[in-house]
């Protein structure tokens, strides 16, 4: 490296390591490295020595800042998703605050796991549900959703668009295309030899309350309000009427032109709902392959 320096014109090279508290990093990195080169006949003098080493505490503190700004962000869109996330970096941290929306819920699970992880080792069974998470996230982002919590082996997601016949047409469209994916993931899975699965997903649509839930020091931001329990009990139906993807009455209503791709299961009670409901399913008839 410093042959290729010489050989660039570099005359001198000092590098200066700079460590800050472990109050003040977030992760492994304990602080900086900054390197000088310069091009002066005479190299650094003692002065410019004592001149860079002089900056280098502001200099770190600084990057130090930008680094920290960039991971804190990063880890918290992680772990909340990006549509929460910006709600609380812009400081919605109060527990009991929440917004209204009127948005699409996605409720999910997987079909068998518990049968699954029975046999399974620990590994297989986190592999296993990564995979089959990732199917879903991936398809869930691609049409404008953002996944809130995993719930085991069962996600919670909302699709908030202002117009309902867009937020549905777009989670429709995610669940079709996460079942496209699983497919793909069964038949790679099953010719290794490893246990496959498949989703139920339930689709409603209905008013949330959008914010912050728990304790005065911890805190989880999700959606609440009836429309969340009564997705989860659509997804419940899934086995026993031996569909994949179940819409709501609520849903079909406000689809718009997406109504035309979904086909009646009939009505049914449901544990916890008021009153009996028509169900709905993707019509296989007017869905793509």
């Known amino acids: 490296m410093l042959d290729r320096f010489e050989h660039d014109g570099a005359t001198d090279y000092v590098a200066f390591a700079s460590r800050v508290a472990e109050t003040v990093r977030i992760g492994e990195g304990e602080g900086i490295v900054a390197s000088w080169m310069t091009d002066a006949p005479s190299g650094f003098s003692d002065a410019h020595i004592e001149l860079i080493a002089g ?7 600084a990057f130090m800042l930008g680094t920290n700004n960039r991971a804190a962000r990063t880890l918290i869109r992680t772990y909340l998703g990006s549509h929460a996330a910006e709600r609380v970096l812009a400081g919605n941290i109060v527990r009991g605050r929440a917004t209204p929306i009127h948005a699409v819920v996605w409720f999910s699970d997987l079909t068998g796991f518990t049968r699954i992880s029975d046999m399974a080792s620990a ?27 995993f719930i085991g082996d069962g996600i919670l997601a909302i699709f908030p668009d202002a117009e309902p016949p867009v937020a549905c047409r777009h989670a429709l469209d995610a669940a079709l295309e996460q079942r496209r994916c699983i497919e793909g993931l069964n038949a790679r899975r099953a010719a290794s030899g490893l246990p496959v699965t498949h989703t139920h997903v339930a689709l409603h649509v209905g008013d949330l309350l959008y914010g912050n839930l728990g304790s005065a020091r911890r805190l989880d931001f999700t959606v609440l309000g009836p429309a969340v329990n009564e997705a989860a009990r659509i997804e419940a139906l899934c086995a026993s009427l031996e569909q994949t993807i179940i819409v709501s009455q609520a849903f079909a209503e406000a689809a718009g032109d997406a109504r035309r791709k979904l086909v009646s299961l009939g009505r049914y009670a449901m544990k916890g709902v008021a009153r009996p409901q028509e169900l709905f399913t993707p019509d296989p008839d007017v869905m793509p392959a």
């Open 55 to 61: 900056i280098m505490p502001e200099l770190t503190i």
């Open 123 to 149: 590994d297989a069974v986190l592999v296993l549900l990564n995979e089959y998470a990732e199917a879903q996230v991936e398809a869930i982002e691609a049409h404008g959703g953002h996944v809130l919590k």
